[in-house]
Nanobody, 123 residues
Framework: QVQLVESGGGVVQAGDSLRLSCAASGRTFNYLSMGWFRQPTGEKREFVAAVEMRGGSTVYADSVKGRFTISGDNANNTMYLQMNSLKPEDTAVYYC????????????????WGQGIQVTVSS
């Protein structure tokens, strides 16, 4: 199994920026793809973005295109989500996910999930 730990969440004002990190440990592999989902309180979990840790191909949800940037540091088994121009609608628990295939990450059919980290954007 691969263990995933998120960090970098917090409380910010609308228009501010945050950078989330997800560190992978355990049985990690160079071909792993990683991504982010989020779940607002009382709502379903939704896809945010995904990246191939080798090669750097990315996929974004329409709601975050142009504002969020996902990246992966394969050498350190760490993924990042740079979030700019944050809106109150971005408030949610953000979950890290990992799987060998990026298409599986986009679909939420993943081998591993992180514990989640809170991002709160005040209005």
């Amino acid at each position: 199994q691969v263990q995933l730990v998120e960090s970098g969440g917090g409380v910010v004002q609308a228009g501010d920026s945050l950078r989330l990190s997800c560190a992978a440990s355990g049985r990690t592999f160079n071909y792993l793809s990683m991504g982010w989902f989020r779940q607002p309180t009382g709502e379903k979990r939704e896809f945010v973005a995904a990246v191939e840790m080798r090669g750097g191909s990315t996929v974004y949800a329409d709601s975050v295109k142009g504002r969020f940037t996902i990246s992966g540091d394969n050498a350190n088994n760490t993924m990042y989500l740079q979030m700019n121009s944050l809106k109150p609608e971005d408030t949610a628990v953000y979950y890290c996910a990992a799987d060998p295939r990026i298409n599986s990450v986009v679909a939420g059919r993943v081998a591993s999930w992180g514990q989640g980290i809170q991002v709160t954007v005040s209005s």
